[in-house]
Antibody, heavy 119, light 111 residues
């Protein structure tokens, strides 16, 4: 059973960097068969895809966030991470990590972690 | 503004069928079969219920079905049950600049 668990500070100051980690169990992120993604959902709003990483280190990012976002992976710890710089109130959201299916869809999700941005 | 357009809400009675539409463009829904649907109950993570237009993951009820015509994808739920009350989101790969796109979500109320 593939399980994902997000971890990170729930409160970030505006203009600073948001850093989250997704711990994966039941699957190896180094297996080379899936992408691993980050998504977010502001309170009461819809979902937004942030970016993803493949085993080889290839990354894809949402153009609206490009320049502020970095997704990286630590194969030895079977985890991948998100960094979002220069955060504003608009970045406050529930952040989810997910494993992509073989195509463009999100097969397994973490429970999410809430990030609040303070002034 | 979401790139894919869904109705804000739909409703139905137990046992009935409902359909949720998701309209995009030739860059996304109309140009690819990478349409997926997600169910999200309040306070929970989204759950994949349909992928690649009409495929159901293992364990998802066959009351959920998906289809596509031109630039519009549809999710049909038959034999509505109270536990189907949730938000539903469509998602598609896009060959446009956005790369992938979500719908704004549809709130299903089971009356």
């Amino acid at each position: 059973q593939v399980q994902l668990q997000e971890s990170g500070p729930g409160l970030v100051k505006a203009s600073q960097t948001l850093s989250l980690t997704c711990f994966v169990s039941g699957a190896s992120i180094s297996s080379g068969t899936h992408y691993w993604s980050w998504l977010r959902q502001p309170a009461g709003k819809g979902l937004e895809w942030i970016g993803r990483i493949y085993t080889s280190g290839v990354t894809n990012y949402n153009p609206s966030l490009r320049g502020r976002v970095t997704v990286s992976a630590d194969m030895s710890k079977n985890q991948f991470s998100l960094e979002l710089t220069s955060v504003t109130a608009a970045d406050a959201a529930m952040y989810f990590c997910a494993r992509d299916g073989p195509g463009y869809y999100f097969e397994y999700w973490g429970r999410g972690t809430l990030v609040t941005v303070s002034p | 503004q979401s790139a894919l357009t869904q109705p804000a809400s739909v409703s139905g009675s137990p046992g009935q069928s409902i359909t949720i539409s998701c309209t995009g463009s030739s860059s996304d829904i109309g140009g690819h079969d990478y349409v997926s649907w997600y169910q999200q109950h309040p306070g929970k993570a989204p759950k994949l219920i349909i992928y690649e237009v009409s495929n159901r993951p293992s364990g998802v009820s066959n009351r959920f079905s998906g289809s596509k015509s031109a630039d519009t994808a549809s999710l049909t739920i038959s034999g509505l049950q109270t536990e189907d009350e949730a938000d539903y989101y469509c998602f598609s790969y896009s060959s446009g600049i956005t790369y992938v796109v979500f719908g704004g979500g549809t709130k299903l109320t089971v009356l």
